[in-house]
């Protein structure tokens, strides 16, 4: 068997959102960068879109040029009787994930490549060798050669089922809370404008979760239905069998020429710290995702960023103090976010579809009559005010719930 030993600035487990993100970041400023992907090949197996606010992320998108499919900042939320058409200040942005030659994954490690990274495909961590708090060195084993790794920093962004958290001290800080599930189809001919998300609320079809539905360049688009594994009564199949029904997502979607369908999980909870030593988390591997709408991009892509410039940073020794909590601090707004979105979640799961309803009534109601909803809770809506106390009575079921969900 061969063996081989290595060094590098930075080792990046995991060639997913984060870990690219990551590895561009790192090599943007000049650190030798190696990346560790268990599969043959580059992307996850089935061709999706990803959706997710651009809050945050925004100047990394652009400072990475990262490979966005498209922009929207306009859409439709629906409740089983209601409707909301909202054009925000916030754009959403649609990345596609595969293994298509546009893909963001494909895209993305082609950069990489080309500005000197070096991939090891194929690859799953044998061991690790922990020195004073830190990792000094990896075991590998790639195409059945077996490689030891010497890293100065190592950025774990392996995903939900992470080795590299497995094999670290910082498996002891995570909580998982619950499990989000999707299922859905990819393809061409979906009879709604390009760029507008559909999202469809309905305990039925898409309970503790949602229904999306959006249509990007060239003809592509998604339906995809999430939902929560807690709340959940039938297989995810049946959920899509389901949607596809619906009277409106029927007509939607009659003429689609489906190119591929998909399935996928994600463990949502907190983890509560994501370094150590020289070791971050970034990612799903380091909990990272939304838990109300299970968001995984945004998270993926601003730890992935903010853990490279970290490393980056420590190397030029321009960080007076420990890198790990230098990596903490700057995400820590994010965290604070995510607790907030674990609430939100516990209280969402209750909801039943008067509850949705309601909900969206009101917001309806109040939109026509000025409220701003991408300030809903920053200004003095007066407007909200009054359709809630126009809605009492389907209100405080709600209130009830939220009490229950939170004491």
């Not at 922990?130 to 950025?155: C, L, R």
Request: charged share 25%.
């Amino acid at each position: 068997m061969c063996m081989q030993k290595m060094e590098c600035d930075i080792l990046v487990v995991g060639a997913g959102a984060a870990g690219v993100t990551a590895a561009l970041t790192a090599l943007r400023n000049n650190l030798e960068t190696v990346i560790l992907e268990r599969m043959g090949s580059i992307g996850c197996t089935n061709t999706r879109l990803d959706i997710t606010e651009s809050v945050g992320i925004e100047k990394i998108v652009s400072d990475l040029d990262l490979p966005i499919h498209n922009r929207s900042n306009r859409s439709r939320w629906f409740s089983p009787s209601y409707m909301i058409d909202y054009t925000s200040r916030i754009y959403d942005i649609y990345v596609k994930r595969g293994m298509d030659k546009d893909s963001f994954e494909t895209i993305s490690m082609a950069r990489i490549l080309d500005k000197g990274g070096y991939l090891l495909t194929n690859s799953f961590i044998k061991g690790i060798e922990w020195k004073n708090g830190a990792i000094n060195e990896v075991e590998v084993k790639s195409n059945n050669k077996t490689i030891q790794i010497k890293p100065s920093f190592v950025i774990g962004a392996d995903g939900t089922n992470s080795t590299i958290l497995r094999f670290s001290p910082l498996s002891a800080y995570r909580h998982v809370v619950g499990e989000f599930r999707a299922v859905g189809i990819y393809g061409r001919y979906f009879d709604l404008p390009e760029g507008v998300t559909y999202v469809f609320f309905d305990k039925t079809i898409a309970p503790g979760g949602y229904i999306f539905v959006a249509k990007t360049r060239n003809e592509e688009g998604i339906l995809g239905v999430g939902f929560d594994s807690s709340v959940a009564s039938f297989s995810p199949i049946n959920y899509l069998k389901k949607a596809l029904n619906h009277h409106l997502l029927s007509k939607i979607t009659k003429s689609v020429e489906i190119l591929n369908r998909f399935q996928g999980f994600g463990k949502y909870g907190i983890l509560k710290r994501h370094a150590i030593g020289n070791l971050m988390l970034a990612g799903d591997a380091g909990m990272w995702g939304e838990p109300f709408l299970c968001y995984g991009l945004r998270g993926a892509i601003l730890s992935g960023y903010n853990a490279a410039k970290v490393c980056k940073l420590s190397i030029e020794s321009s960080l007076d103090g420990q890198p790990a909590n230098y990596y903490e601090s700057s995400l820590r707004e994010f965290q604070n976010k995510i607790k907030l979105d674990l609430l939100l979640r516990k209280i969402f799961k209750k909801l039943d579809n008067d509850d949705l309803d309601t909900i969206i009534k009101i917001l309806a109601d109040a939109k026509e009559e000025g409220l701003d909803l991408d300030y809903l809770f920053k200004r003095n809506n007066f407007s909200l005010i009054k359709h809630i106390l126009k809605n009492v009575r389907g209100v405080f079921p709600i209130v009830f719930k939220a009490f229950s969900a939170i004491f």
